[in-house]
């Protein structure tokens, strides 16, 4: 150890490639680091990841941070950030709802300032995946989302998936019906504590609304989604035939657990996730953000 | 107040937190540095320990949390971390620290598993330390014995996979890519050999008593330590080992503002 005092950095570089991130506090407080890539293509969207669960901004097994460096490395910007009472951000007045909509809202904000993109992609895993759809049609700007175990619905077809195999593995529906009974600690929380699916009939239709706007969704169920999800074909099974427009993409990943426990399902995620971008949202002549162009640029509103 | 940062060198910066009051005085603040607990230890009580950041930052003091170099939101490849590089990236967080202005003797604090790299730098340390370990991990070997099991829990009875078994890789250990060295290197630990220098302060703070730490005092007692064991008599020690929980927040509410208390009592705090 030298003996001169390590510094104070304002940012840090990743890598050959030039990705750099700095950290930031906005909005009500809340922290959040901002990936962005060496030349930044301000039409392209800048992908928001929302906490996976109760985790802090790093993700499960620091997921979001290898994501959001993978992302970058292929000229995404990206902001994975502490909601209103996570990781790294207090928590602030208000209903959970307009916490979590204001912060959305102050995140793309930040984005905005920092790097002169105007369109976003949100997204997340578990709650985070809730949080990315039901602020899809409330922020203006969103191009699109991947749902990271997100919502869905049990339909006949899942049940009957379920349901036979197991009819001839009865050591299987013991050990779950263990689970159901298993009493949590009143010093845990865990994801399954705070979440809520809208009705079908609603997701379908902001579903619909959102290929009618040409947003673009991935839509990722993994063996995490087991208790409401267990085939590809499912999503037409609960969301109907919208999802049969190209602009959304379904894929089951059964092998894969819910937080992408092993290295190469992390790597998995990173590449599908960094593919599904680049085709939806190809490079365009380049529009780099200029500290000029910092002070013009206004903030979207978001819907009352 | 939070401020997220960076600080180190250049070429190996760390994702820091400061937790100080808004609006603080110029006097004399008491300082603390929170060493990184390892892998899920470090996510599990991330939110716990961000809460006694704020509590001592409120009182006056001055905390900092930082991300290990190859976790959190430091830079590196997870394969990166060593015990090593844990070690010094912790002195680091302490020159830091020591080097702004206005703070007393800087304090660490390490729970559970980040009393490895604590007790690692602390025995190297040329003048006296201030350390606290809560529930701290006095032998490495029944750690890591204890994470390889988990592990196997996480792959086959945890319900991850419920469609059929997963086969891990080599470097796949709780989630985390992990170099062949790292888990020996684990196990190679043992808090006996991490003689204090004379003059330092330890205290150790238990959810039970415990005949290796009573021990361990004792030895550090001899070498001319001030060391002794803070008992929490709120029953609320997490159980590491239940698979079903591995990834829950862990939290006790009682005995962490019982610590933020204990730690405000003794030391310099105003």
């Given at each position: 150890m030298g003996l001169i005092p390590p510094s104070t950095l304002d940012a840090i570089t990743l890598g050959e490639a030039g990705t750099s991130e700095t950290v930031h506090v906005f909005g009500s407080g809340l922290v959040g680091t901002l990936t962005r890539p060496a030349r930044i293509d301000t039409r392209r969207p800048a992908v928001v990841l929302f906490n996976a669960g109760l985790v802090q901004r790093s993700g499960p097994f620091r997921v979001y941070t290898q994501l959001a460096r993978a992302i970058a490395n292929r000229g995404f910007v990206v902001l994975r950030f502490d909601q209103s009472g996570f990781g790294d951000s207090p928590a602030s007045s208000g209903s959970a709802d307009d916490q979590q909509a204001m912060g959305a809202q102050a995140a793309l904000d930040l984005i905005l300032q920092e790097t002169g993109t105007h369109r976003f992609v949100l997204s997340g895993i578990c709650a985070g995946a809730d949080a990315a759809f039901d602020l899809s049609l409330k922020?203006?700007?969103?191009a699109g989302f991947v749902l990271l175990d997100g919502l869905a619905y049990t339909s006949t077809g899942y049940t009957m998936r379920r349901m036979l195999p197991n009819l001839v593995r009865p050591t299987k529906v013991l050990a779950r019906l263990k689970r159901m009974f298993v009493k949590q600690s009143q010093d845990t929380l865990s994801d399954e504590d705070f979440r809520e699916f809208p009705p079908k009939e609603e997701a379908a239709r902001q579903l619909g609304q959102l290929v009618a706007n040409d947003a673009r969704m991935l839509m990722l169920y993994t063996a995490g989604a087991f208790n409401y999800f267990n085939h590809a074909r499912q999503a037409r099974e609960c969301f109907g035939p919208v999802v049969d427009s190209e602009r959304i993409q379904v894929e089951h990943w059964p092998q894969c657990d819910h937080t992408f426990y092993l290295r190469r399902d992390r790597e998995r995620l990173n590449t599908l996730f960094c593919t599904w971008l680049e085709t939806h949202f190809p490079p365009t002549t380049q529009v780099e953000m200029t500290n000029a162009d910092a002070d013009t640029i206004r903030p979207p509103n978001i819907d009352d | 107040m939070v401020a997220p940062f960076f600080f180190g060198s250049p070429d190996r910066p760390l994702a820091g937190v400061l937790h100080r009051k808004s609006?603080?005085?110029?006097?004399?603040a008491p300082a603390l540095v929170m060493v990184p607990p390892l892998l899920q230890d470090g996510i599990a009580s991330h939110r716990c320990l961000w809460w006694l950041a704020e509590k001592l930052a409120a009182e006056g003091g001055i905390v900092l949390r930082f991300d290990a170099h190859a976790t959190g939101d430091s830079t590196g490849e997870s394969v990166e971390m060593s015990l090593e590089g844990l070690r010094d990236d912790t002195l680091t967080a302490l020159a830091w620290m020591q080097a702004q202005g206005n703070v007393g003797k800087v304090r660490q604090l390490a729970f559970r598993s980040a009393s490895i790299p604590a007790l690692q730098g602390a025995s190297l340390a040329v003048s006296p330390v201030d350390l606290v370990l809560w529930d701290p991990v006095m032998d490495g070997s029944v750690l890591a014995s204890e994470w390889k099991a988990q592990h196997v829990r996480q792959l086959t009875?945890?319900?991850?996979?419920?469609f059929q078994p997963a086969i891990p890789e080599a470097c796949d250990l709780l989630g985390f890519e992990l170099a062949p060295e790292f888990l020996p290197a684990l196990a190679d630990f043992d808090a006996a050999s991490c003689v204090l220098p004379a003059g330092s302060r330890l205290r150790i703070a238990l959810w039970q008593a415990d005949p290796t730490v009573e021990e361990f005092i004792q030895e550090q007692q001899h070498s001319g330590v001030d060391a002794d064991v803070w008992m929490?008599?709120?029953?609320?020690?997490?159980?590491?080992?239940d698979a079903l929980k591995y990834e829950d927040q862990v939290f006790p509410r009682r005995s962490t503002m019982l610590m933020a208390g204990l730690l405000k009592e003794q030391s310099t705090w105003a």
């Open positions: 922020l203006n700007g969103v | 609006g603080g005085d110029s006097s004399t009875q945890a319900g991850r996979y419920p929490l008599d709120a029953p609320e020690r997490p159980d590491w080992d």
